[in-house]
């Protein structure tokens, strides 16, 4: 455990450069995948991870010393690491990997566990979840690494930095739980956690002189390879438009014709 | 818009163009006036909106594509296919209609021929008379006339179907539209920029031209008190105050092209230059995914909406010059103020301007409290006056409909008017085409 009194807060917020949520996902003609040449934006948890990192310097005020994104992605990515960067993020992360390359849960979770001994952070704040994978395990994973405390599908997150501890409200199935929990510690975030600003240009044009730190898998020694082998994608069965039955007994034997009743 | 209305007792809805004939010929036998009805989208209650007891002729069932050419892009469709359903028709194809408006969800396209309407793609793809590659038309007698053309080129004999756009339906009745769609953009991007004052509006403009040039696919300017009133009702999400302090402009700006890399690398150039004039710019937003680029169009597309929120609205869509958009707005407010109507109870609560500066079109609306004839009083004729010494147009976009025909002076010369009534009396010597519009 560090020292508990005056320390200076780091904060560690890996973001995922996903499918724009607006787009329409269509499968490739080879069923091995989706169609990835598509408009791309920064994972939406992920963006309101990095707002909320840059809330939380908003009003800790000095006591948040840095703020740093990490990426794990194509060349491409880097430019998420530019947005995250104008939203108030200091220094940016960027681990390149090939286009090709679709890293899991676990592999990315290894790849920020080395990370996190670099930059030795005392909050990391996750998306609970990337939109084109939902698999909603990374934070899990780091958390289970590293032997953190972790609080998931965070709504609220207050960071009581004397006492070294930060309290995070839960959405959980039937209401809220609050959790407390010695930092350092794993936050993943939840949709109502907060509603992202907007890049301001002054801030994208400072942003250009931030620093990003480019690293490999190999450096960090860890395999990004995934263990699992897609063998087909395929889009869900079209939906079959509804039909008006004339009456009770009809609607029955349709019932019943599917098997319901 | 609840200023009129009407007392007809029947509504016919025609399927098909046969119809439509042989009901024009039986209101033809009998003089029997007849309204074309769309969408019923208008602002100037130019169709839909019968004066008497005319028969509504509206074209909802008539809503068939009836042909479509990837290769050109001609699209031929059915005068009651709603705005939306053709986009979306076209779009697997990987083309996009030429206008976009706020009412597109329930706007018909032969209102949209019928009226002229302009819209937020105007400034890219041009006016209708220059995208409707032909017409079907029921004339007031009966006679169909069939120019569904998809020929890009045809210089044969007089352009007839030029003289039913933006007729209004006071010339016959658009049964079909042939109209071509451009390709859809691979890669949109759109920013708001806070200015310091209305002055720059125009510099920015011709550098947005000079160094967006061909992706450049909307200009679009609202002032501060439309802002605030979007803000107000909560229809759209605000830039940060402090950075925006007391900005009185704002310009949106939309690029559309076919390479991403290529777009944003002219777009980073184009903001350096403009961001590194601190007197030009105080701030600015660059949407950074789908979401920001919605929310940021909504700031300039909810205006309407928010004003109707705030009370009722006396709309003008004039066309004047962009350097006096400021000026007309300022001098409208001004004249409320003499007439002690601005911001009393029950007076005015707002004067708002908004538009397309690639456009020269002017939205200016007087938000009241209520409708009132002092209200009317004190903005009509004056605001058609303030038009006419800038040799504008007191209609840009909208049309003339019913609401506007007693001004149509103030942008036609007697010689145009007098022309206007023999063309129409060519077409509908017996007046039930649309009766009251457009011409008086």
């Not at chain 1, 390149?96 to 909050?123: F, Q, R």
């Not at chain 2, 939306?84 to 028709?89: G, T, Y």
């Not at chain 2, 802002?227 to 949106?252: M, Q, S, T």
């Amino acid at each position: 455990m560090r020292p508990s009194s005056a320390r200076l807060l780091n904060i560690l917020v890996p973001i995922k450069r996903s499918i724009d949520y607006a787009v329409k996902i269509r499968v490739n003609p080879q069923q091995t995948g989706v169609e990835t040449n598509v408009k791309h934006s920064m994972n939406p948890f992920d963006e309101i991870g990095v707002e909320e990192a840059v809330r939380l310097r908003e009003k800790l005020k000095d006591a948040v010393k840095n703020i740093t994104v990490v990426t794990i992605g194509p060349t491409k990515a880097n430019e998420m690491l530019r947005t995250a960067l104008a939203m108030g993020a200091d220094k940016g992360i960027h681990i390149e990997i090939p286009e090709t390359l679709s890293p899991e849960p676990l592999g990315v979770a290894k790849a920020l566990k080395e990370v996190v001994n670099k930059e030795k952070p005392d909050l990391v704040i996750l998306g609970k979840q990337a939109i084109d994978d939902d698999a909603g395990q990374t934070g899990q994973m780091l958390a289970g690494l590293m032997g953190w405390s972790q609080a998931t599908f965070a709504s609220k997150v207050e960071v009581d930095e004397p006492r070294g501890v930060v309290t995070v409200t839960r959405e959980v199935d039937g209401g809220l739980q609050k959790v407390e929990c010695k930092l350092p510690a794993i936050v993943t975030t939840d949709l109502r956690l907060n509603e992202p600003r907007y890049t301001s240009l002054p801030n994208i044009m400072k942003a250009k002189k931030k620093p990003i730190e480019k690293l490999s898998a190999e450096e960090l020694g860890v395999d990004l390879r995934p263990r699992l082998e897609t063998v087909k994608v395929t889009e869900p069965p079209k939906r079959k438009g509804g039909a008006k039955v004339e009456s009770v007994d009809e609607l029955v034997a349709k019932l019943k014709e599917a098997g319901v009743a | 818009m609840g200023k009129y209305k009407g007392q007809s007792r029947l509504v016919l809805k025609p399927k098909s163009t046969q119809e439509v004939s042989q009901i024009m010929k039986h209101c033809w036998e009998r003089r029997i006036g007849v309204v074309p009805q769309g969408g019923n989208t208008g602002l100037v209650e130019g169709g839909g909106v019968p004066v008497k007891d005319e028969v509504v002729l509206n074209l909802g069932s008539m809503n068939k594509v009836r042909s479509f050419d990837p290769v050109s892009g001609a699209l031929v469709a059915d005068a009651g296919c709603v705005l939306e359903v053709l986009s979306q028709h076209i779009a697997p194809h990987g083309y996009i209609m030429p206008i976009d408006l706020g009412a597109k969800g329930s706007c018909h396209i032969g209102g949209n021929v019928a009226t002229n309407a302009g819209g937020l793609r105007l400034l890219r793809y041009g006016s209708l008379h220059g995208t409707v590659l032909g017409l079907e038309v029921v004339l007031p007698d009966g006679t169909i006339i069939d120019q569904l053309s998809t020929l890009r080129k045809d210089n044969t004999g007089y352009d007839l179907k030029q003289l039913f756009i933006g007729a209004e339906g006071t010339l016959g009745i658009i049964t079909g539209v042939s109209i071509l769609t451009p390709p859809m953009p691979q890669s949109t991007n759109n920013l708001v920029l806070a200015l310091n004052s209305f002055e720059n509006v125009l510099p920015i403009f011709k550098k947005t031209r000079a160094r967006l040039s061909e992706i450049l696919s909307a200009f679009e300017y609202f002032d501060r008190n439309a802002y605030e009133l979007v803000v107000k009702h909560k229809l759209g999400k605000p830039l940060a105050e402090d950075e925006i302090a007391d900005a009185p402009a704002f310009v949106l700006v939309e690029t559309s092209g076919g390479n991403k890399e290529h777009d944003e690398a002219k777009l980073q150039e184009f903001l350096e230059e403009v961001m590194s004039d601190e007197s030009l710019v105080k701030t600015g937003v660059l949407a950074q995914a789908t979401e920001q680029f919605q929310q940021l169009w909504a700031l300039r597309e909810s205006i309407p909406e928010a004003v109707s929120k705030e009370g009722k609205a006396y709309k003008y869509d004039i066309s004047v010059p962009v350097s006096t958009f400021e000026s007309v707005v300022a001098k409208t407010r001004e004249r409320l103020q003499e007439k002690g109507l601005y911001q009393t109870p029950g007076g005015v609560r707002e004067v708002v301007g908004y538009g397309h500066i690639g456009d020269g079109n002017l939205h200016l609306n007087v938000v009241a409290e209520k409708y009132s004839d002092e209200i009317e009083a004190a903005l009509e004729p004056f605001v058609y006056e303030l038009v006419e010494s800038h040799r504008g147009s007191i209609s840009a976009e909208h049309g003339i409909g019913l609401m506007k025909a007693h001004a149509l002076h103030y942008s036609k010369s007697k010689e145009s008017i007098a022309l206007m009534k023999k063309i129409k009396n060519v077409f509908d010597e017996r007046g039930i085409m649309n009766p009251g519009k457009v011409l008086e």
